[in-house]
C-alpha cells in the first residue's frame, strides 16, 4: 500500500509542470514576468492603457435592449382598414406621399368625375326618348384640340415630379454612409456590416407559441405582429445615411418596407444598392416581395433605427468595431510598421558602417606589415 501511495505521488508531481503549462496565463503575472526579463515597461503599459480606455468607452455606452413594439413610438407596419401608404419615415417616402396624396389622386379625382359626368350627359341628353334623330356629326376640331392637348399638359404634370423622384431614390450613398449588405435566403435573411467588422446576424421569422418547440424563442406582441416578427432585427443609425445592398443566394427575393419606401430586387450573382435615411426611432417591417418558393409569405424583415449611441453599443454587443476604431487601429498598424521598418534600416545602415570602418582599421596595419617586410628584404648599401 504504502509503495502504491508513493508511485501515486511520484506520478502527480510528474504531471505538475503539465498542468501549468496548460493553464491561462495570468496578465499580472506576464506583465511581471515580462520586466523581470528584461523587457522595457513602456512595451506593456500602452496594452494595460488601451484595454482600461476600452473599458471605460465601452462602460460609457448606454445598454442596448431591443426596442418594444407595444411601447415604441414609432412602429412602421400595416393598420387595419388602411386606405392610404403607410405614414413615411424618409424624405423620399415623404416625397413620394406627397406626389400621390397632392398631384395624383387629386387629377384622378377630377378626371373620374368629369368623365362620369360626360356619360350622365350623354346618357339623359341623348337617349333615343329625348333625341329620337341621332346626329351625324364626324368631327369637331376645337374638341379634338382640347383633347389632346389637355391630357399632354397632364402628363407633363405628372413627368415631372415622378423623374425627379426616380433621381432621388438613385442618388448614390454620401461618403461615410453606413454599409449593410442583406442577403435573402430560401427563406430568411442575412445582414452584414462590413464597415464595422464584417460581423453577419440571422434573421428569422418567430413562430407562435403552439408552434413553437421545447425550449424555443416564440413571438410576443412585444416582438411585432403575427407573421412579421423576427429573432434578429437588422439595427441602423437614425439620421445617418444607409447604403443598402441587396443580394441573394438562391432565388430571386425582394427586399420591401413599405414606411421607408423601399423595395429592391435581390438577385443571385448581382449586387443592387439604394441609399436611405430614416428619420426617426422605432421598428419598421416588410416583407419578401418576389414570389420566391413555397414559404415566401414567410419571410419577414424588420428594421430597428437607435440612436447612434445605442446602435454602436449594439455593434460591440454583436462583437463589431465602430470604423474610428477600425481606421484608428489600422493608422497605428501603418505606424508600427513604419517604425519597424525604420529600425530595421537604421540597424542595417550601422552595420555597415562598422563594417567599413572594421575594413578601414584593418589597412593601416596591412600597409605597416608589407612596408616592414620591404625594408627587412632590402639589400644592405655599403
Known sequence: MKLLNKFILAFSMALMPIAAQA????????????????????DTAPVVADAAADGEAEAALPEYTQVDVTT??????????????QEQYTDNGIYAKWINNAILLPIIIVISLFVLGLIGWVIVRYNRKANPQASKTTHNTTIEVIWTLVPVLILLGI?????????????????GAVTVKATGYQWYWTYTYPDHGGFEIVSNMLKEEKDAGEGERFRTDADGPDLMAVDNRMVVPVGVPIRLQTTAADVIHSFAV??????????????????????????YFGQCSELCGARHGYMPIAIEALPPAQFANWVKAKGGKMPAEIKAEQAAAAAK???????????????????????????????????KAGVQDAPAVQ
Open 258 to 283: 413599405p414606411s421607408l419606401w423601399y423595395k429592391l430586387d435581390a438577385v443571385p450573382g448581382r449586387l443592387n444598392e439604394k441609399a436611405l435615411t430614416i428619420k426617426k426611432p422605432g421598428v
Open 72 to 85: 415604441a413610438d414609432v412602429v412602421g407596419r400595416p393598420e387595419a382598414g388602411g386606405i392610404d401608404f
Open 159 to 175: 413627368a415631372y415630379p415622378s423623374l425627379d423622384l426616380l433621381a432621388r431614390q438613385f442618388k448614390p450613398a454620401p461618403e
Open 23 to 42: 493553464q491561462d496565463a495570468n496578465p499580472a503575472e506576464a506583465a511581471s514576468d515580462a520586466v523581470a526579463a528584461g523587457v522595457p515597461a513602456a
Open 337 to 371: 510598421a513604419k517604425a519597424d521598418a525604420a529600425s530595421a534600416a537604421a540597424a542595417a545602415s550601422e552595420g555597415v558602417d562598422a563594417g567599413a570602418g572594421n575594413d578601414a582599421a584593418a589597412e593601416p596595419g596591412e600597409v605597416d606589415a608589407s612596408d
